[in-house]
């Protein structure tokens, strides 16, 4: 099965860019990105060292309820390209990352979420949504919980 790594949308990076508010409510913090360690939610790449970066609260869910979870993310501060490529985006460089299965609800399915090789991470996602109960996975940092990325159908 075909599967795609699908970055923030470009209209919301837009807006956050242009000053809108946060999942808090809160203006995007500017920040000046010192290295690879600060990942782009829109191109899926790292903020490269010494560019202008933006620092907010980000809820990858349309409307509230109990799984919808709010974490810090970070974006380019000046318009990049959304990433639309084939693979692994770069972000995505570390050792392993939390997969984790949501249903149609964007309430999590119990059972799906494990922390998983990087390099495992597509045979992972295309098995998990093989079962129709998963609407979409979620790719999230292992060792501080951060949202990356969607992996949907392609």
Known sequence: MPIRFTAMPTE???RLRAGARDAYGL???RHVSDGPGNP???CLRPVPEGAAMLV???RPFHKLQPYAETGPVFLCAEACARWEEVGLPPVLAGPDYIVRGYGPDHRIVYG?????PTAEIPARAEALLADPAIAYLHVRSARNNCYLCRIDRA
């Open 12 to 14: 919301t990076a837009a």
């Open 27 to 29: 203006p995007p913090e």
């Open 40 to 42: 782009c939610r829109h």
């Open 56 to 58: 907010l609260a980000y």
């Open 112 to 116: 799906t979420g494990a922390v998983t």
